[in-house]
């Protein structure tokens, strides 16, 4: 059978090529002579390139075509050898070029731990040159032998150079498969910019996947199937096999369809910026509530990726035509996912109606609590660290810190309030997501005072702050308090003059804190309200509060009573309220 492109071509002629599998080299040869007149007449023929897949002993292993500029075989990547090398060389042709052998063809080399890759050159219906790589001193690197004439080559010579790769990369191989590696990923991202692909790698990186590529489309289309244009696809999977990828992370949301297309054309694992997230939360998550965010997060994003062909598959039994035995086994899965997602929802709600009580116990005792809210990895785990004299998991890495914390926080004047640390936002933060976490955000809605806590050395910190801002709107935040909290402005020369709502601080080396303290002192003291109320002589206890708290108090002296009026702090209202 010929594989790859061969869409065009005639069908005696596709019966024609078949007979190139019984195809011969002897030991001492790396490429027979009628080979190479099978390469030389189908490449002039077709004007495309050809490429014939030979085992150690020299017999056909496979035939593709491919485009006139490159030649793409499917099965080559799963014919990677994990004990040595494949057992198997590549031979393929450029037309009308080059025998300079791709970065490409380097790539699938290496990837794919071939014997060796060649590439021949053929021009006016004739082979002129060829070149040979196999690999070399490390797993990672190719010896590369040529161009040489066509007709004076070291036939028997290559052979040897194989046999002695064979036996040093098999030690390579044995050390490198103990040690684990990261998945080699390839960012794919449409209509983002440097920022956005910046942040992607971080994420990546969180992930424990080694970014070793970036693809880019500037324009989007909504009608496409694929996520990328067909060009970009050609250009992916050219990429995929020059740097020995096995893993496509897109910045974007995709459906299904997306995901099966692209997969289908590039032939290694898709995952979006969404399962990217997820991934990391799962990973990061510590407590049960966390790991149960989690687990709902992920399956509210696969329920619809199961849907599959729609109505066709759902519950059979809806008319004539659709009556059948039982349900799909896409049905059953979806409905065991309903039904775990109904589980996992009413024990969340149960922890959250504990976290309630808690809060219940916080408001009666008057005790304030301050929240910071910030981009992931802004420093609000040190911050939290440094004000309460506590040692909480603090990383420079995405989302390091998934569920709340609350500790004590002791402030300039003696008053301790309760200061909480929350998970961080990120740009594209799913809905699924922030809406699993919700319970766990509750605590910035329900909180005195926000600080908004920002990286002020990235370059990039004003759009990192209106996606914070844009997430507390979304979460329903009003009319409570912020302070913008600028932090590590021990990375920058020029910082600013700390103002009402903003404050440039380091939590790293303390700079700026002792004014924090103040303005959250500041934010949250007491409003005095004007009151009048009448008191009778024998409530002392009374009067005492109000002249330990009241401001410009006025005391009108009755003949049963004392009328009194005065400005009173809100907070202490309750203190000489009658009980």
Do not use: W
């Given at each position: 059978?010929?594989?790859?492109?061969?869409?065009?071509i005639?069908q005696?002629?596709?019966?024609?090529?078949?007979q190139?599998?019984d195809?011969?080299?002897a030991?001492?040869?790396f490429?027979?002579?009628?080979?190479i007149?099978y390469?030389?007449?189908?490449?002039?023929?077709?004007?495309r390139?050809v490429?014939i897949?030979?085992?150690?002993?020299?017999?056909v292993?496979?035939?593709?075509?491919?485009?006139?500029?490159?030649?793409?075989?499917?099965?080559?990547?799963?014919?990677?050898?994990?004990d040595?090398?494949s057992g198997?060389?590549c031979?393929?042709?450029?037309p009308?070029?080059?025998?300079?052998?791709?970065?490409?063809?380097?790539g699938?080399l290496?990837?794919?731990?071939?014997?060796?890759?060649?590439?021949?050159?053929?021009k006016?219906?004739k082979a002129?040159?060829?070149?040979?790589?196999y690999i070399?001193?490390?797993?990672?690197e190719?010896k590369?032998?040529?161009?040489?004439?066509?007709f004076r080559f070291?036939?028997?010579a290559?052979?040897?150079e194989?046999?002695?790769a064979?036996?040093?990369?098999?030690?390579?191989?044995r050390?490198s498969?103990?040690?684990?590696?990261?998945?080699?990923?390839?960012?794919?991202?449409?209509?983002?910019?440097?920022?956005?692909?910046?942040?992607l790698?971080?994420?990546?990186?969180?992930?424990?996947?080694?970014?070793?590529?970036?693809l880019?489309q500037?324009?989007?289309?909504?009608?496409?199937?694929?996520?990328?244009?067909?060009?970009k696809?050609k250009?992916?999977?050219l990429?995929i096999?020059?740097?020995?990828?096995?893993?496509?992370?897109?910045?974007?949301?995709?459906?299904?369809?997306?995901?099966?297309?692209?997969?289908e054309?590039?032939?290694?694992k898709?995952?979006?910026?969404t399962?990217?997230i997820?991934?990391?939360?799962?990973k990061?998550?510590t407590?049960?509530?966390?790991?149960?965010?989690?687990?709902?997060a992920?399956?509210?994003?696969?329920?619809?990726r199961?849907?599959?062909?729609?109505?066709?598959l759902?519950?059979?039994?809806?008319g004539?035509?659709?009556?059948?035995?039982?349900?799909t086994?896409?049905e059953?899965?979806r409905?065991?996912?309903?039904?775990r997602?109904?589980?996992?929802?009413?024990?969340?709600?149960s922890?959250?109606?504990q976290?309630l009580?808690?809060?219940q116990?916080r408001?009666?005792?008057?005790?304030?609590?301050?929240?910071?809210?910030?981009?992931?990895?802004?420093g609000?785990?040190?911050?939290?660290?440094?004000?309460?004299?506590?040692?909480?998991?603090?990383?420079?890495?995405?989302?390091?810190t998934?569920?709340?914390?609350?500790?004590k926080?002791?402030?300039p004047?003696g008053?301790?309030?309760?200061?909480?640390d929350t998970?961080?936002f990120?740009d594209?933060?799913?809905?699924?997501l922030?809406?699993?976490?919700?319970?766990?955000?509750?605590?910035?809605?329900?909180?005195?005072?926000?600080?908004?806590?920002?990286?002020?050395?990235d370059?990039d910190y004003e759009?990192?702050q209106?996606?914070?801002?844009?997430?507390l709107?979304e979460?329903?935040?009003k009319?409570?308090p912020?302070?913008?909290?600028?932090?590590k402005?021990?990375l920058i020369?020029d910082?600013?003059l700390?103002?009402?709502?903003?404050v440039?601080?380091?939590?790293?080396?303390?700079t700026?804190?002792?004014?924090?303290?103040?303005?959250i002192?500041?934010a949250?003291?007491?409003?005095?309200?004007?009151i009048?109320?009448?008191?009778?002589?024998?409530?002392?206890?009374?009067?005492?509060?109000?002249?330990?708290?009241?401001?410009?108090?006025e005391?009108e002296?009755l003949e049963?009573?004392?009328?009194i009026?005065?400005?009173?702090?809100?907070?202490?209202?309750h203190?000489?309220?009658n009980?």
């Open positions: 059978m010929i594989n790859g492109n061969i869409e065009g005639r005696h002629i596709l019966e024609e090529m078949e190139g599998h195809l011969f080299c030991r001492d040869e490429i027979s002579q009628p080979i007149e390469l030389e007449k189908y490449t002039s023929l077709l004007n390139e490429s897949f030979l085992s150690r002993n020299g017999h292993l496979d035939i593709s075509v491919g485009d006139n500029d490159h030649v793409r075989i499917p099965s080559l990547r799963i014919r990677r050898g994990y040595s090398i198997a060389r031979i393929h042709t450029h009308n070029g080059s025998p300079v052998l791709s970065n490409v063809d380097i699938t290496l990837s794919c731990r071939l014997d060796a890759m060649a590439a021949v050159s053929v006016n219906g002129s040159g060829i070149q040979v790589a070399g001193n490390k797993l990672d190719a590369i032998l040529g161009p040489f004439s066509i070291p036939n028997e290559l052979r040897y194989i046999e002695e064979t036996k040093r990369v098999y030690s390579l191989v050390v498969e103990t040690d684990s590696e990261k998945e080699r990923a390839i960012l794919v991202g449409v209509g983002a910019g440097e920022r956005e692909m910046k942040e790698a971080l994420l990546a990186d969180t992930a424990e996947a080694e970014v070793v590529g970036i880019t500037s324009k989007i289309n909504s009608e496409s199937k694929t996520y990328i244009g067909k060009g696809i250009d992916l999977t990429l096999s020059s740097l020995n990828a096995d893993l496509i992370i897109c910045n974007d949301e995709l459906s299904a369809i997306e995901t099966r297309n692209l997969e054309a590039t032939g290694i898709i995952i979006d910026r399962v990217l997820l991934d990391i939360f799962a990061h998550a407590t049960r509530e966390g790991k149960l965010q989690v687990e709902l992920q399956l509210k994003y696969n329920l619809p199961l849907m599959g062909e729609g109505l066709a759902s519950r059979l039994g809806g004539i035509g659709t009556r059948g035995p039982g349900e086994k896409l059953t899965d409905r065991r996912i309903r039904r997602i109904y589980e996992l929802q009413r024990e969340i709600d922890l959250s109606s976290r009580l808690r809060r116990n408001i009666k005792n008057r005790v304030q609590e301050v929240a910071l809210a910030g981009y992931t990895n802004a609000k785990t040190s911050l939290l660290n440094i004000l309460t004299d506590e040692n909480q998991y603090a990383e420079d890495r995405l989302f390091a998934l569920d709340p914390v609350t500790r926080c002791l402030l004047s008053r301790t309030v309760l200061l909480t998970v961080g990120v594209k933060l799913p809905h699924d922030v809406s699993a976490f919700k319970s766990t955000l509750e605590e910035v809605l329900n909180a005195d005072l926000i600080l908004t806590v920002t990286d002020f050395a370059p759009q990192h209106k996606v914070v801002l844009n997430v709107t979460l329903g935040v009319d409570i912020v302070i913008n909290v600028y932090n402005t021990d020369e910082i600013p700390s103002d009402r709502n903003n440039y601080i380091s939590a790293k080396d303390g700026g804190l002792d004014i924090l303290l103040q303005k002192e500041e949250l003291s007491p409003k005095n309200v004007p009048e109320l009448r008191l009778s002589y024998s409530d002392g206890a009374k009067l005492s509060r109000i002249n330990q708290y009241g401001e410009d108090v005391i002296y049963d009573s004392m009328l009026k005065c400005s009173f702090p809100e907070d202490k209202l203190l000489i309220e009980r």
